[in-house]
């Protein structure tokens, strides 16, 4: 029934946006834009860095125009010609997070972003794209591009080879994924080939991944840092790492992620992805993932398995944590008078858009949390770190505790999607 219902997706996607032919407009490798997101919480400006070509395109050729609405932004690219939109997707960013801390209202930063899609072969307009209050997006900036041009620079900042941990084919139809180290050294390296072994199995552990596996490409990227850990700024622990991971990000001492966006790229650049997974090489618990942007898990805590597959559910398929009792630094995170983005929360201001479907008649809405509907679909009170008045799925889910292989249905629904949407 589920995937019935994401094949009329697709379908009605292709009437309202008929199919693209992706040689007609693009190269088959990738255009990057680094710009910078500035800002607070009353402003916002975008501003263009700088355009590199890189070799790979690692992307569905079919699926060019994004099907979902998740994430805090967007971008569409359209031929300059005639306006046709011809590549879109939908994003979050560290950006994005930050706006909703106490420092967003007292001081103005700067992130480094990145969009990367199809190289074009004709002059093309990127629209940059916000969401308001209510979730509505807004374009806010626009730039033309002449692919032509001989500014977009194709020298590799952080030239590296690449293993392939696993290959099920052209990475035009499958899901790949780019693993990067940090904090392991040349002496580290056979540790962290084994490790990435060690990950993919456990990927490939939790349903729905574990039927999927012949949909997935892995690749690590082969690049080593001068000191071994990650810093721990709070313990006065600062580490020379390849990608400058870090713990307390935002203040909270297990948010374990990554500020210099344009290395980690770069990084990535030398290996086909679509999804960017960050190693640090540390005991401590902690990491971190935010959609279509990169996910961060710790090596050889007792808990990595966990975190692995955690948080790639934030970073690929747009899920919400689904706990409400948290140390995170957010203020309103999830404003009680519109519908969350996530798939797997819920408002009930607009709840015919989320799970309902997957509900039996008999199960009330909002569903106690007793034993009579512990293993059903459900809408639970407390989640997205508030205890009232947001509602998770199922009673327990691994976007909720710490447990292995226990995505609810509402959760391997929105990752089967994905992956189909990937995999097309």
Request: aromatic share 16%; net charge negative; glycine share 4%.
């Amino acid at each position: 029934m589920n995937k019935i219902l994401f094949l009329l997706l697709i379908v009605a996607q292709h009437h309202i946006f008929p199919q693209i032919n992706f040689d007609d407009y693009f190269f088959d490798k990738t255009l990057r834009v680094d710009y910078y997101h500035t800002g607070n919480d009353t402003l916002e400006i975008y501003s263009i860095d700088e355009l590199l070509q890189e070799p790979f395109w690692a992307g569905s050729k079919n699926n060019l125009v994004d099907i979902f609405n998740y994430g805090k932004y967007k971008f569409i690219v359209r031929d300059e010609a005639s306006g046709k939109e011809i590549y879109s997707r939908t994003y979050s960013t560290l950006f994005s997070e930050w706006l909703t801390t106490d420092e967003a209202k007292q001081t103005t930063k700067s992130f480094s972003e990145t969009l990367i899609f199809p190289f074009p072969k004709k002059n093309v307009i990127v629209e940059f794209y916000s969401r308001d209050k209510k979730n509505i997006l807004y374009k806010k900036f626009e730039y033309k591009i002449d692919p032509a041009r001989y500014f977009i620079k194709k020298e590799k900042p952080f030239k590296s080879t690449y293993l392939e941990i696993i290959n099920n084919g052209k990475p035009e139809s499958k899901v790949d994924i780019v693993i990067i180290p940090d904090g392991y050294t040349i002496n580290d390296s056979s540790k962290f080939l084994k490790d990435c072994e060690r990950f993919s199995n456990y990927l490939f552990n939790t349903s729905p991944f574990r039927e999927n596996k012949n949909k997935f490409n892995i690749y690590a990227v082969l690049t080593w840092s001068e000191e071994s850990g990650t810093d721990i700024p709070a313990d006065n622990i600062w580490k020379n790492t390849i990608a400058n991971s870090s713990f307390y990000t935002f203040d909270v001492d297990r948010y374990l992620m990554i500020y210099d966006n344009k290395t980690l790229r770069s990084l990535a650049s030398n290996a086909p992805y679509d999804q960017i997974y960050v190693l640090v090489n540390t005991t401590k618990y902690g990491g971190g993932a935010i959609y279509n942007h990169y996910s961060v898990c710790v090596s050889d805590n007792p808990n990595s398995e966990y975190i692995f597959t955690h948080e790639f559910g934030h970073g690929f398929a747009a899920l919400g944590d689904e706990y409400y009792t948290s140390e995170v630094a957010y203020s309103e995170f999830y404003p009680l008078d519109v519908e969350p983005l996530d798939p797997n929360l819920t408002t009930l201001v607009n709840f015919e858009s989320k799970w309902k479907d997957l509900i039996d008649d008999d199960t009330p809405i909002p569903t106690p949390s007793t034993s009579e509907y512990k293993n059903k679909i459900g809408v639970f009170e407390g989640g997205g770190y508030s205890a009232k008045s947001v509602y998770r799925p199922a009673y327990d889910c691994t976007m909720k505790s710490i447990s292995l292989d226990n995505f609810c249905a509402v959760c391997k629904r929105a990752i089967q999607q994905m992956i189909d949407f990937y995999s097309n």
